[in-house]
């Protein structure tokens, strides 16, 4: 028997955008009914001319001649920019959709879990929902019976079983939908980003869980945008990239080499349009974020023990007190720094439709290398706004103070003293 | 160890009814959620399955019993109505279900997989709820208006069966239809309403001129509905209805059963796509 769980061959995926020509039924239902000969060549020929010219505008390759193989036991994560094709390679491994082209094998049984809470009824309970999510899941009548006590206790939501979820916040609802999840028992499992929800003890809890599935030793496709996710848990990554396979190697390197990439814009970065790793309610969003000096100049590159300013452009719901989170993550994805105004006893609360709220770290505590920022804004609750991950990234380069041998990421001077044997009294 | 091929596939589809048997606890869960749910947060609930034919008799009974004078046999109008009615609502519910079945389950279809037959399947077999309701208020019915039912009752099952088959095989041409055109949807309401006159549910099919009623057996919905009437009311079977013209109704009905299957199958692989 072979130890290969999911081998992948030359996989690509065309979509057509737009406008299309053969969307007629017409067109349609003769896709079905054996092919008529054409009585004149030349016109096949014009046709195909025709409609090669119309489907280079109008084509779009989502995933274009991916290989590879994946052992079993092993974690891969995928990661890469929005468009790059990971979502669209876990459906077809899915078997959501089909490819376009090239072939992929699977051995074992497969659970995939591209959302929680897929299939979720608002008017049903929470106790029905769980057997209606198990079985479009794939689990059976019997699993879901045995595991039901199990599901109830991971999700927390014990009093409110027999309420329908409508009634649920959106916390409970999320941990209920995960709990279910969580206790599919495939051989291989294919996970989509299902980690970006809920509060922060309850993602602590997934990531745990996910860490578990890792650690029995089951095959697990980990698509994230969560750089720490994929360090943490992944022994593989694939990066992504125009629907190609850019690198495939260690988490660690391709995580560093990934951050890095994204470091060409000098400490500013518009997020208005920003869509990746992103979520929350949005009433308040995050417009911009930018890195400057002391005089508000814009700086993505600092030394060790040089002031930070970061300013967090914000757009939304005006008159509401706010609580803002910002995160510095290093290279492979570790939370290095975090800031929080409820920690700093600062209270941020917003008047205008448009605010611009600044955290100055007075002497960054950074040791060199690359390090992202994440933007987190909540409200007096604590309920998610807008969470905008790893959206600007600095360098912290400090060649000019001389060399530097620690490879922590963070560098706090201490005093040193030495007392040598001679010195001590005996 | 199972292992799954995942490759693009051409041409026509085969049914892939083992995958569906797989998945028939999913089905099961399907049904029972669209039972469950139906009548939710409603005041009268379960009792609107109940009115909803009931107000449609008395409307035809004064219509077309009263006022237009439509025979309707030995039976009392009302009964006569009724015992057409219930077969026919329970077409119209399982075609409008199954054809907007896909469309409102897209969540599903993008988000995970199984055989999208049983999508479907679920509004076909979830109707049969109603059904039995409704089967029980036309007993009641009965008793009220002093009709006796017969043996010939035990031949209804194979009559429903008729009716799932019909309203399944054109459930699933419409709803693979209904995920790439959502003319579906507008035209749904008319062809049902059509369908409704040209099959022998207010009126009996004697008052149709006797060479043209070979083309009613042309609708599968004839022999069911007249077939009920039969069975439960009793009278002669109408001479268009003999065996061979009812074997023509019946493969009618597997064909369109059979294509809408594959049609289905085939179109399903760009379901996910363009939904």
């Known amino acids: ?426 | 160890m199972s292992t799954i091929l995942i490759r693009p596939t051409r041409g026509l589809a085969s049914l892939g009814l083992r995958a569906v048997w797989e998945y028939r606890e999913l089905l099961f869960f399907l049904v029972w959620r669209d039972v469950k749910v139906r009548y939710k947060q409603t005041a009268l609930g379960v009792l609107w399955v109940i009115l909803q034919p009931l107000v449609s008799m008395a409307i035809f009974t004064v219509l077309f019993g009263v006022l237009l004078k439509v025979p309707s046999g030995d039976a009392p109008y009302p009964v006569f109505a009724f015992a057409g009615l219930l077969p026919w609502n329970y077409f119209s519910q399982s075609l409008t279900r199954a054809s907007t079945s896909l469309v409102q389950s897209s969540h599903l279809i993008t988000k995970i997989y199984f055989p999208r037959l049983v999508i479907p399947l679920s509004g076909v077999f979830s109707s049969l709820v109603d059904f039995a309701i409704s089967f029980a208020v036309l007993l009641i019915l009965m008793l009220l208006y002093g009709v006796t039912p017969t043996a010939r009752m035990l031949l209804l099952p194979a009559l429903l069966l008729l009716a799932l088959v019909t309203a399944l095989g054109f459930g699933l041409w419409l709803s693979a239809l209904n995920v790439k055109y959502r003319d579906v949807g507008y035209l749904l309401p008319f062809l049902i309403q059509i369908w409704m006159y040209l099959t022998p549910v207010v009126y009996g099919s004697a008052l149709i001129p006797e060479r043209y009623r070979f083309l009613l057996s042309l609708n599968p919905m004839t022999g069911v509905v007249e077939g009920f009437r039969w069975a439960l009311l009793g009278g002669e079977l109408e001479s268009y209805l003999s065996a061979p013209l009812l074997a023509l109704s019946v493969g009618i009905a597997l064909v369109v059963l059979v294509s809408g299957a594959l049609f289905f199958r085939t179109t399903e692989r760009s379901f996910a796509d363009i939904v």
């Open chain 1, 1 to 426: 028997m072979n130890d290969i769980a999911i081998r992948v061959e030359n996989l690509s995926k065309r979509y057509r955008i737009g406008v299309e020509r053969h969307d007629t039924l017409r067109d349609a239902l003769s896709s079905f009914l054996p092919r008529i000969p054409r009585l004149h060549p030349q016109d096949k020929e014009i046709r195909e001319i025709r409609d090669h010219s119309w489907q280079k505008e109008s084509e779009f390759w989502a995933l274009r001649d991916v290989s590879f193989e994946i052992k079993r036991g092993e974690v891969v994560g995928v990661i890469g920019r929005n468009g790059a094709g990971k979502s669209t390679l876990l459906k077809i491994l899915s078997r959501i959709t089909e490819p376009t082209t090239g072939l992929a094998e699977i051995h074992g049984r497969v659970g995939s879990l591209l959302e929680v809470g897929t299939g979720f009824h608002p008017e049903l309970t929470g106790r029905e929902n769980i057997y209606l999510n198990g079985a479009i899941l794939g689990m059976k009548r019997t699993e879901i019976d045995r595991k039901f006590d199990e599901i109830v206790a991971f999700s927390e939501i014990e009093k409110f079983l027999d309420t329908p979820v409508k009634r649920y916040s959106s916390g409970m609802y999320v941990r209920l939908a995960f709990a279910v999840a969580a206790h599919l028992e495939p051989e291989i499992l294919l996970v989509d980003e299902v980690l970006a929800v809920g509060d922060a003890a309850f993602q602590k809890k997934c990531v745990g869980k996910m860490g578990d599935v890792a650690r029995e030793g089951r095959t697990v496709l980990f698509v994230s945008h969560n750089l720490g996710i994929i360090v943490d848990l992944c022994t593989r990554a694939i990066l992504l990239s125009g629907g190609r396979i850019s690198r495939d190697s260690l988490p660690a390197d391709i995580v560093a080499g990934y951050i890095a990439h994204d470091s060409m814009h000098h400490g500013y970065r518009d997020l208005r349009f920003w869509n990746e790793e992103r979520s929350g309610t949005g009433d308040l969003r995050v417009t911009y974020v930018c890195t400057t000096d002391v005089g508000g100049k814009l700086k993505s590159k600092y030394s060790y023990g040089e002031p930070i300013c970061i300013h967090v452009g914000t757009e939304g719901k005006s008159g509401t007190e706010c609580v803002v989170g910002i995160s510095i993550r290093n290279s492979s994805g570790q939370l290095v720094l975090h800031y929080s105004n409820l920690d700093d006893r600062a209270e941020v609360f917003l008047t205008g439709e448009k605010s611009e709220i600044v955290l100055v770290i007075p002497s960054n505590p950074l040791n060199d290398g690359e390090y992202s920022l994440t933007v987190w804004l909540g409200d007096a609750f604590n309920l998610l706004r807008d969470r905008v991950g790893n959206c600007l990234s600095f360098r912290v380069n400090s060649e000019a103070l001389g060399r530097v041998v620690s490879l922590a990421s963070v560098r706090m001077s201490g005093n040193w003293s030495v007392k040598n044997a001679s010195g001590f009294e005996h």
